[in-house]
């Protein structure tokens, strides 16, 4: 297990954008083994995947995400950015950061991104 913390959610227009982050209670090599990603549930809504990253590096989207989301990761920081752009409303929701390795996983304890005009 790994302690997250999630920071930098918060309100903001239709089209604008947020970056979050995930910081990882690791050691680096720890981290750098561990694939991380974003998920996001909404109110009534099952909790889904935004965007993986491997630690390889290797990325992937949820589909709506593409194009308009970026996550990436700096080992030497323990960290993993979620960089969100042409936001919808539609994004509303907690995002929680996630770290796998084999069979664990961790979780932060998520941050409220709302997006409203």
């Known amino acids: 297990q790994v302690q997250l913390v999630e920071s930098g959610g918060g309100l903001v227009q239709p089209g604008g ?3 979050l982050s995930c910081a990882a209670a690791a050691s680096r090599i ?3 083994i561990y694939h991380m ?3 996001r549930q909404a109110p009534g809504k099952q909790r889904e995947l935004v965007a993986a990253i491997t630690a390889g590096g ?3 989207y949820e589909y709506s995400a593409k194009g ?3 996550i990436s990761r700096d080992n030497a920081k323990n960290t993993v950015y979620l960089q969100m752009n042409s936001l919808k409303p539609e994004d509303t929701a907690v995002y929680y950061c ?3 390795f084999m069979n664990s996983d961790s ?3 998520g941050t409220q991104v709302t ?3």
Do not use: C, E, M
């Open 17 to 19: 954008s947020l970056r």
């Open 68 to 70: 308009r989301f970026t």
């Open 107 to 109: 979780w932060g304890q």
């Open 37 to 39: 990603a974003w998920y």
């Open 115 to 117: 997006v409203s005009s």
């Open 30 to 32: 720890i981290f750098s």
């Open 58 to 60: 290797s990325t992937k």
């Open 98 to 100: 996630n770290a796998h």
